[in-house]
C-alpha cells in the first residue's frame, strides 16, 4: 500500500463518515492519524511489511518538485498526519455546536455565529485528502516538505 493509496482510502471514509453523520469514524480517523504521527508507526509501512515480505518496492514516491532540504528529523508524511489530525479535531470536535454544548469551549454566541460555513471545513477536508489520493499531489504534503521535513 502506498501513501497515495492511503490517501485515498482516508479521503474515502471520511467522506463516509461525514455522509451519514457518523462522529465515532471521525473520531476514530482522528485517533488513528493521531496515533500514527506520535509513535512513526504507519499503516502503510506496516501493510507493505507484510505483503512484501522484506523485499523492496524500489518506488521513490517524491512528491516534492524542488530539492527537499529537511531542515527537521521528522518524517513530512508522520507531520502531515498530524497536521490533518489538528485541523479535523478543531474543526470537527472544537467548533461543532453539537460538541461545544458538551465541552465549553467557545462561547456558545462564536459557535452560533459561524456554524452555517462550520460544516465546509471537514467536508473540504475530506474531499481534499480524496482528491490527493487520486491525483497523487497533495498540496499540505508539499507545504510540509517545503517547510522543512524529510
Known amino acids: 500500500m502506498s501513501n497515495r493509496t492511503?490517501?485515498?482510502?482516508?479521503?474515502?471514509?471520511?467522506?463516509?463518515?461525514?455522509?451519514?453523520?457518523?462522529?465515532w469514524g471521525v473520531f476514530a480517523l482522528i485517533f488513528v492519524l493521531c496515533l500514527e504521527g506520535f509513535s512513526n508507526f504507519l499503516i502503510p509501512d506496516f501493510i507493505n511489511l507484510f505483503r512484501t515480505a522484506g523485499?523492496?518496492?524500489?518506488?521513490d514516491e517524491s512528491l516534492?518538485?524542488?530539492?527537499?532540504?529537511?531542515?527537521?528529523?521528522?518524517?513530512?508524511?508522520?507531520?502531515?498526519?498530524?497536521?490533518?489530525?489538528?485541523?479535523?479535531?478543531?474543526?470537527?470536535?472544537?467548533?461543532?455546536?453539537?460538541?461545544?454544548e458538551y465541552l465549553q469551549v467557545f462561547p456558545q454566541q462564536w459557535i452560533e455565529q459561524f456554524s452555517y460555513i462550520i460544516w465546509f471545513f471537514p467536508w473540504f477536508m475530506g474531499f481534499a485528502i480524496f482528491g490527493a489520493g487520486i491525483s497523487g499531489v497533495c498540496p499540505v504534503l508539499i507545504t510540509v516538505k517545503w517547510v522543512g521535513f524529510k
Not at 532540504?69 to 513530512?76: D, E, R, T, V, W
Open 6 to 23: 492511503y490517501r485515498l482510502v482516508m479521503g474515502a471514509l471520511l467522506l463516509v463518515f461525514l455522509y451519514f453523520e457518523l462522529d
Open 64 to 100: 516534492s518538485p524542488f530539492p527537499n532540504k529537511s531542515c527537521f528529523l521528522f518524517s513530512a508524511e508522520r507531520a502531515w498526519r498530524l497536521v490533518v489530525a489538528l485541523m479535523l479535531f478543531l474543526s470537527f470536535v472544537l467548533f461543532s455546536p453539537h460538541f461545544n
Open 55 to 59: 523485499r523492496s518496492s524500489g518506488c
